[in-house]
């Protein structure tokens, strides 16, 4: 899926765990179902942890993006549970 | 609503859980649950209730703060010795969580004040010591539809059960009728362990998470029997009573009513 049209963006560089996750989840609430996220997230435990847990709680991830400043963005399509 | 900072952080383990999510904390903080009796149950009730961000929070019992409760009742300290236990246990709910709103009832649930209080909830708590209340509180939620938990403590042992209307049986269907006064020691005279309160009103504040949020399975039907001694949990399997006297088919208690109380030991506080 490489055309996609950002919604939303939210930037949980400024937690830790396990509040990078809170914080995605939040901002992920606030989405309807199909809409696009852009999250930007630090390297190491945020970028290894987070886009696993977001796939988990079933929500479809389009892309990561490496950005020059070693952060991330993570691309994320909302899935409405239930 | 959106979460301020302040509350993302404070409920971020429940947030965590899939189960819970954004979804059920907003349900959490949007919900109301009274709490009949602020003693060895009502304690770990509310302070749990209270630390999860239920909104709003009724508390009701007549009693004031004696030194022979500090033993199991762990919302109160020495210093609230003499207050109205409402009072105590209103300050150590907002003290541990000031984003939630607490009412209190200073006074005994009878017939003529109990539908008025229990109305305004989603959920009721049992948490007093004595029949007269407890067959007070069924006959009032069954009437009301109002979800309850049951539960009762004496010595090392401890039981609960939980009633959603139309879900399985009420508390009168499985005891149909108080005792006679005194033939049953309240635990005021029988004693009791004081972390049994912990053990059972924990597991009545997780019924009334559950049924908030709406996740798993109750206590319906099923009455858990907890030994301290043998350490042993039972689930009994509870059928509904078709002939109940006030949920049955064709009931014979339409309006409320008070039992009359034991002489010795009335308390409504466990």
């Known amino acids: ?82 | 609503m959106a979460f301020t900072n302040e509350q993302m952080e404070r409920y971020s383990r429940h947030i965590i859980l899939s189960e819970v999510g954004v979804k059920g904390q907003k349900k959490l903080l949007n919900s109301k649950v009274l709490i009949i009796g602020a003693g060895g149950l009502g304690a770990p009730v509310g302070m749990y209730l209270a630390a999860a961000g239920v909104g709003t929070i009724g508390i009701a019992d007549a009693d004031t703060v004696d030194l022979s409760n500090l033993q199991r009742q762990v919302i109160h300290t020495t210093a609230d010795v003499g207050k109205p236990k409402v009072e105590s246990a209103k300050e150590t709910m907002l003290a541990i969580n000031p984003d939630i709103t607490v009412n209190t009832y200073h006074e005994f649930v009878l017939a003529s004040n109990i539908a008025d209080i229990v109305k305004d909830y989603d959920f009721v708590i049992d948490g007093t010591d004595n029949f007269p209340a407890k067959f007070l509180i069924n006959d009032a939620c069954v009437l009301a539809k109002k979800p309850f938990s049951h539960a009762g403590i004496i010595r090392f042992q401890g039981q609960l059960m939980t009633y959603v209307p139309g879900e399985g049986p009420c508390y009168r269907c499985v005891f149909k009728s108080p005792p006679p006064p005194d033939a049953v020691p309240t635990c005021s005279q029988a004693g009791v362990i004081g972390a049994m309160g912990g053990v059972i009103g924990s597991l009545q504040a997780m019924e009334a998470i559950k049924y908030i949020i709406g996740k798993g399975e109750l206590l319906t039907g099923q009455l858990l029997t907890y030994d301290a001694l043998k350490m042993e949990f039972r689930k009994i399997k509870l059928p509904h009573g078709d002939h109940c006297a006030v949920c049955g088919k064709e009931p014979t208690i339409t309006e409320l009513f008070d039992y009359e109380q034991a002489v010795c030991g009335v308390n409504y506080d466990e």
């Not at chain 1, 963006?9 to 996750?21: E, G, H, L, N, R």
């Not at chain 1, 989840?25 to 886009?51: C, F, T, Y």
Request: glycine share 4%.
């Open chain 1, 1 to 82: 899926m490489e055309n996609y049209n950002i919604d939303e963006y939210a930037d949980i560089t400024d937690v830790v765990c396990p509040m990078t996750f809170v914080k995605a989840k939040i901002a992920l609430e606030e989405l309807d179902d199909g809409q696009i996220i852009s999250i930007k997230m630090n390297a190491g435990e945020p970028v290894q942890n987070v886009p696993r847990s977001i796939k988990d709680e079933g929500h479809q991830i389009i892309k990561l993006l490496h950005n020059e400043d070693e952060t991330y963005q993570l691309i994320v399509k909302k899935v409405e549970d239930e």
